[in-house]
């Protein structure tokens, strides 16, 4: 986007806010003036706690580790909130599309990240049970290790506490928290590759390239890159944010969450090819010390990134019934009740793998591909040549396909999923739990003589 010759001032957060309360009074328009990349795209007295900008990128980084890659489109949803005078996703969708875009939007960005808390909830009930096992003396069976006992009170201790904050800037050092535990499990992911991975027996056709249930990884990817429900939120807590500034905070978040998504995926699928389960450290085996820590710094980092996503769920519930506002009293119910529900859910589901899948075709897509390139359409006046406006012209119908036939793919051919279960290759002598060749029922045999040395 090209910045014009004088500045333009928006509306505060707090009078947007207001206007999309939607209690009988039309949708208040702020007003248009020339845009200035070197000009603020909040008001200055909003938010009086800044972050700097390496706190700024800790939190976009944790939030697409903890669900994955940034794409193209987190510039374009700025750009379009530049064009439109507005400083939330919802009120730039607002005043693109009127209040049925608005209404549609806030659905998809509330289910979003409330389905992500479920998942977290999931992954460190899961993980952390097995390393609390792996204490000494402890009954497998004890019901304080168990995975609802460990939801119950990772979510009293640590993500209510940190979701009740008000000023999503706090979570800067939760966030560097977070990606720095990350670090380490990626070590301890590439360690596992080298010298467990020769021993796990490989599926057939394990190095066949898009199979034709490959759409179903675009819906688990979509819900790994997005980071769009919490942009805004993001690049507001910047020291004066501009679209300048946040693309080159955009352009090193991509390069570091590639880089960890990339070795993580690689590693894992190299390591157990077809086996990879949709939690991979439900893939090891439960007496391997290393993977034990790994574990352990897997929950931790899963239960940091929670509270990003709770920041989102309250605040369209407050845009959508509150004028945008919360009173203190308000915020702790809200907060408290979002995340019970969250909770309570969480305890009912034990499958990850369709989790990630129907929330990425259902929601994920739609933020990520269809919704920031049709607005970013409608609002911008550059020539349909222009670079942007091609890359929205791909984005769109693409982001269409993936979410049509994402679902049609994911209630038809679901994941299988094991949870809480060991896989075949950690049981000694044990060929009942396989359906492989007698070649595999080979390596099976060698490997749990192997299982000693590889796991201890």
């Given at each position: 986007?090209?910045?014009?010759?004088?500045?333009?001032?928006?509306?505060?957060?707090?009078?947007?806010?207001?206007?999309?309360g939607?209690?009988?009074?039309?949708?208040v328009?702020?007003?248009?003036?020339?845009?200035?990349?070197?000009?603020?795209?909040?008001?200055?007295?909003?938010?009086?706690?800044?972050?700097?900008?390496?706190?700024?990128?800790?939190?976009?980084v944790?939030?697409?580790?903890g669900?994955?890659?940034?794409?193209?489109?987190?510039?374009?949803?700025?750009?379009g909130?530049?064009?439109?005078?507005?400083?939330?996703?919802?009120?730039?969708?607002?005043?693109?599309?009127?209040?049925?875009?608005?209404?549609?939007?806030?659905?998809?960005?509330?289910?979003?990240?409330?389905?992500?808390?479920?998942?977290?909830?999931?992954?460190?009930?899961?993980?952390l049970?097995?390393?609390?096992?792996?204490?000494?003396?402890?009954?497998?069976?004890?019901?304080?290790i168990?995975?609802?006992?460990?939801?119950?009170l990772?979510?009293?201790?640590?993500?209510?506490?940190?979701?009740?904050?008000?000023?999503?800037?706090?979570?800067?050092?939760?966030s560097?928290?977070?990606?720095?535990?990350?670090?380490?499990?990626?070590?301890?992911v590439?360690?596992?590759?080298?010298?467990?991975?020769p021993?796990?027996?490989?599926?057939?056709?394990?190095?066949?390239?898009?199979?034709?249930?490959?759409?179903?990884?675009?819906?688990?990817?979509?819900?790994?890159?997005?980071?769009?429900?919490?942009?805004?939120?993001?690049?507001?807590?910047?020291?004066?944010?501009?679209?300048?500034?946040?693309?080159?905070?955009?352009?090193?978040?991509?390069?570091?969450?590639?880089f960890?998504?990339?070795?993580?995926?690689t590693?894992?699928?190299?390591?157990?090819t077809?086996f990879?389960?949709?939690?991979?450290?439900?893939?090891?085996?439960?007496?391997?010390?290393?993977?034990?820590?790994g574990?352990?710094?897997?929950?931790?980092?899963?239960?940091?990134?929670?509270?990003?996503?709770?920041?989102?769920?309250?605040?369209?519930?407050?845009?959508?019934?509150?004028?945008?506002?919360?009173?203190?009293?308000?915020?702790?119910?809200?907060?408290?009740?979002?995340?019970?529900?969250?909770?309570?859910?969480?305890?009912?589901?034990?499958?990850?793998?369709?989790?990630?899948?129907?929330?990425?075709?259902?929601?994920?897509?739609?933020?990520?591909?269809?919704?920031?390139?049709?607005?970013?359409?409608?609002?911008?006046?550059?020539?349909?040549?222009?670079?942007?406006?091609?890359?929205?012209?791909?984005?769109l119908?693409?982001?269409?396909?993936?979410?049509?036939?994402?679902?049609v793919?994911?209630?038809?051919?679901?994941?299988?999923?094991?949870?809480?279960?060991?896989?075949?290759?950690?049981?000694?002598?044990?060929?009942?739990?396989?359906?492989?060749?007698?070649?595999?029922?080979?390596?099976?045999?060698?490997?749990?003589?192997?299982?000693?040395?590889?796991?201890?």
């Amino acid at each position: 986007m090209r910045a014009g010759p004088r500045r333009q001032h928006l509306l505060p957060p707090q009078d947007n806010r207001a206007a999309m309360g939607y209690q009988r009074q039309d949708p208040v328009i702020p007003p248009q003036r020339d845009l200035d990349d070197r000009e603020t795209l909040v008001s200055e007295h909003e938010y009086k706690e800044k972050t700097c900008q390496s706190a700024a990128l800790f939190n976009v980084v944790n939030s697409i580790i903890g669900s994955g890659i940034i794409d193209f489109s987190l510039i374009l949803l700025i750009k379009g909130g530049a064009l439109s005078g507005t400083d939330t996703y919802q009120s730039l969708v607002n005043k693109t599309f009127g209040f049925p875009g608005y209404i549609l939007l806030s659905v998809l960005q509330f289910l979003y990240p409330f389905i992500a808390m479920i998942s977290y909830n999931i992954i460190a009930g899961d993980t952390l049970s097995k390393v609390f096992q792996r204490i000494p003396g402890v009954d497998p069976e004890n019901v304080f290790i168990g995975r609802h006992f460990i939801i119950g009170l990772s979510t009293v201790t640590f993500t209510l506490p940190l979701s009740l904050y008000r000023n999503i800037a706090k979570l800067g050092k939760v966030s560097l928290i977070s990606t720095g535990l990350t670090t380490l499990i990626l070590g301890i992911v590439m360690a596992k590759a080298i010298s467990l991975g020769p021993h796990i027996p490989k599926t057939e056709d394990a190095w066949v390239f898009a199979k034709p249930n490959a759409i179903q990884a675009v819906g688990v990817m979509s819900f790994a890159f997005i980071c769009h429900h919490n942009s805004f939120l993001v690049y507001s807590s910047l020291e004066e944010p501009t679209v300048a500034k946040w693309s080159r905070l955009i352009h090193m978040s991509i390069v570091i969450s590639v880089f960890i998504c990339i070795f993580f995926a690689t590693c894992g699928y190299l390591t157990f090819t077809g086996f990879t389960q949709g939690d991979l450290f439900e893939n090891y085996c439960r007496n391997d010390d290393l993977v034990t820590f790994g574990r352990f710094c897997y929950g931790v980092t899963v239960i940091l990134t929670y509270p990003m996503e709770c920041f989102v769920t309250r605040e369209v519930i407050a845009n959508v019934f509150f004028g945008g506002n919360l009173s203190s009293v308000f915020h702790i119910v809200v907060t408290v009740m979002v995340i019970t529900v969250a909770t309570l859910v969480s305890l009912l589901i034990d499958c990850l793998g369709i989790v990630l899948e129907l929330n990425g075709v259902l929601c994920a897509t739609p933020l990520i591909f269809i919704i920031p390139s049709a607005c970013y359409l409608k609002l911008s006046e550059e020539p349909r040549t222009h670079s942007d406006k091609i890359m929205s012209y791909v984005m769109l119908p693409i982001g269409a396909a993936v979410m049509v036939f994402g679902f049609v793919m994911a209630i038809t051919n679901p994941q299988d999923c094991t949870h809480g279960q060991e896989m075949f290759y950690c049981f000694p002598d044990n060929f009942s739990l396989t359906n492989t060749s007698e070649s595999h029922i080979q390596q099976t045999t060698q490997l749990s003589i192997l299982n000693i040395s590889i796991f201890q």
